[in-house]
């Protein structure tokens, strides 16, 4: 199905349908372990002594009798009765034995005592009561997640809320207990407004986006990322702090965390990338070569021939270059090099490049030929543009973004890739201005390689981004608010990480699970999404594949106007155990 193609889907319910109905006897059993409380409404329970004696209550009105059941499920071995005494025994009671005002104030006890443990995960406002934040607290340290919404691995998985004071993110974190991750929370200021928006159990690390040096100790043993932060000015250095500089930055210390646990374990680490070659001297250059050619036949060319060259070279400030200019109408220069992989490596085990490079920003092409390396006649050409900016960036390229400069060939295998070219074509260059203001001829190039890598496969996404759709932004800032998210996704992009990007509608407080969702990529949704439905998505977005490499839009459903639908409806689902995720992004398009 193509991107214009949108989904809606009902996200789970929420906690309220996790308590059942309440029979005469009074019940709330934890899965995570057996204890069990009984709470009569209207009878005693018999006392038991030493000795597997019991003593009978008095009996006043024999004439009204109650049946009352014991139970042994929670007795110890000795204190329960022989064999021959395990039977149920009647026993008379009357009104006048119990006292029904105490049993209803220790029956009410109770229940709110239940009551509010389970109300507390899901608060998503600030909690007031500091006994009630220690009964939250000592219950998750005690018990851990709830069973009934426990994800297996979770508890082996550690994820960093970047922003877990806002909307989503306090929400976001209590979804992540309840669940039984490791939660790490990355904020500005431990004031105690904040400690009191977050449980004890979450480890606060106090850090800003802005500040590379103070996210090193946010991402230490973190496997994953949510970020939710926002700028909350309209100040165009803020948006750029933290909406797109921001993410930047964190990507860039997930990745050297991940390194640095890639050279620990002896490069093994499935996070590990293949190395194809580095430009850390003037001996890794040997082995490119620098080509020229043009794309019309030479008895024409010549008619418009207005000189092209390009040299590759490693400066005295260490810096490896591919310069050069083509004036040359169809003409083009390249880079290109067989490659030479360690022993026992290919390129099938990886679902990528990623390229560091520096430069004036302009588009290149990179060639994949693929084939029989004994036989360089049978192998196939396959292209990918890519575009770098002004200074130094990553760029990412997928394999399954190469495409066969002949249709009819069949798709990249990147098991059979033997060679790898850059090539720079003055036709499709975007205007780039430069430094004083001046734009750049476009026929001339500037290209610094610092290195290039295989991308690990990798099944999982390692970083979500909640972005925004622009909608419910005033209009005079939102210009400047979608220039900066746009940005910050592209940086993500780029990184070479797992992401999974949600642009939702307008964010609405209001109780999640209610209604449907829609998924659509294309920016043409219109309607608003509660907080607590985008949490849900984040969290999900954790562990499933089809989250991976993803960007889409999300809202509530709605009804179009006919003949113009937007979306397919999916499924209807309405419980929490519902995998709605699974089957919306199935018919999305990656890398959008």
């Known amino acids: 199905m193509s991107a214009a193609t949108a989904t809606a889907i009902s996200p789970s319910t929420s906690l309220r349908n996790s308590l059942n109905s309440y029979p005469n006897w009074m019940k709330w059993s934890s899965p995570c372990q ?18 597997n004696k019991k003593r009978k209550p008095k009996v006043k009105k024999p004439s ?19 064999p021959q005494q395990q039977q149920q025994q009647q026993v008379s009671l009357s009104l006048d034995d119990v006292n029904p005002v105490g049993l209803g104030r220790k029956s009410r006890q109770i229940f709110d005592d239940v009551w509010r443990k389970f109300s507390g995960l899901g608060q998503i406002s600030r909690t007031t009561r500091a006994d009630d934040r220690e009964a939250l607290d000592a219950l998750l340290i005690r018990e851990g997640p709830m069973c009934e919404f426990a994800i297996p691995g979770a508890q082996n998985t550690t994820v960093l809320v970047v922003g877990a004071t806002s909307r989503i993110g306090r929400i976001v974190v209590r979804k992540l207990m309840l669940r039984g991750y490791t939660v790490k929370a ?21 850090g800003d986006v802005g500040d590379p040096s103070s996210l090193q100790a946010a991402v230490e043993g973190c496997n994953k990322i949510i970020y939710c932060a926002t700028a909350r000015s309209t100040i165009t250095g803020d948006l750029y702090r933290v909406d797109h500089q921001g993410v930047s930055n964190l ?14 374990r002896a490069g093994k680490s499935s996070k590990s990338k293949l190395l194809i070659t580095k430009f850390k001297s003037e001996d890794s250059l040997h082995g490119w070569e620098v080509r020229q050619g043009t794309y019309f036949q030479y008895v024409i060319a010549s008619k418009y021939d207005g000189g092209m060259d390009a040299k590759f070279e490693y400066t005295e400030t260490g810096q490896a270059v591919f310069s050069g200019y083509v004036f040359t109408r169809g003409g083009y220069v390249e880079l290109s090099k067989k490659l030479s992989l ?25 060639i994949l030929e693929a084939g029989p390396s004994a036989d360089t006649t049978q192998s196939k050409l396959y292209f990918a543009r890519i575009n770098t900016k002004i200074g130094f960036c990553r760029v990412r390229v997928p394999f399954s973004s190469f495409r066969p400069v002949k249709p009819d060939d069949p798709p990249l295998d990147p098991f059979l890739v033997h060679t790898l070219t850059i090539r720079f074509e003055p036709r499709r260059q975007r ?8 734009k750049q001829d476009p026929r001339s190039f500037k290209l610094i390689l610092e290195y290039i890598k295989a991308l690990p496969t990798g099944q999982e996404t390692d970083f979500i981004l909640v972005s925004c759709t622009g909608l419910g932004v005033e209009p005079n800032r939102r210009e400047q608010v979608l220039k900066a998210k746009r940005a910050g996704e592209d940086s993500l992009r780029r990184s070479g990480l797992g992401y999974t990007i949600i642009r939702p509608g307008p964010l609405m407080e209001e109780p999640g699970g209610q209604r449907a969702l829609i998924f659509d990529q294309g920016n043409r949704i219109s ?5 607590a439905d985008v949490a849900d998505i984040c969290v999900k977005a954790l562990h499933d594949s089809t989250a991976r490499n993803k960007s889409f839009d999300v809202c509530h459903e709605y009804v179009a106007e006919q003949g113009r639908e937007l979306y397919e409806l999916v499924a209807h689902l309405p419980d929490k155990a519902n995998n709605y995720l699974t089957p919306a992004l199935s018919v999305l398009e990656k890398n959008t």
């Open 34 to 51: 057996r204890t069990t409380f009984f709470v009569p409404r209207a009878a005693a329970s018999p006392d038991t002594g030493k000795g």
């Open 64 to 82: 009204s009798p109650t049946p009352v059941t014991t139970t042994t499920e929670s007795m110890s071995e000795e204190e329960q009765p022989q």
């Open 186 to 206: 990355l904020v500005r200021n431990a004031d105690q407004d904040v400690l009191d928006m977050l449980p004890r159990s979450v480890e606060i690390v106090i």
């Open 251 to 264: 990507t860039k210390a997930l990745q050297d965390y991940n390194n640095k646990l890639a050279q620990l």
């Open 342 to 366: 360690p022993l026992g490596s290919t390129l099938d085990r990886y679902e990528g490049l990623v390229l560091s490079v520096g430069g004036n920003g302009r588009s290149y092409v990179v």
């Open 431 to 438: 205007p780039v201005e430069g430094s004083a203001g001046m």
């Open 527 to 531: 309607q608003g999404i509660s907080c």
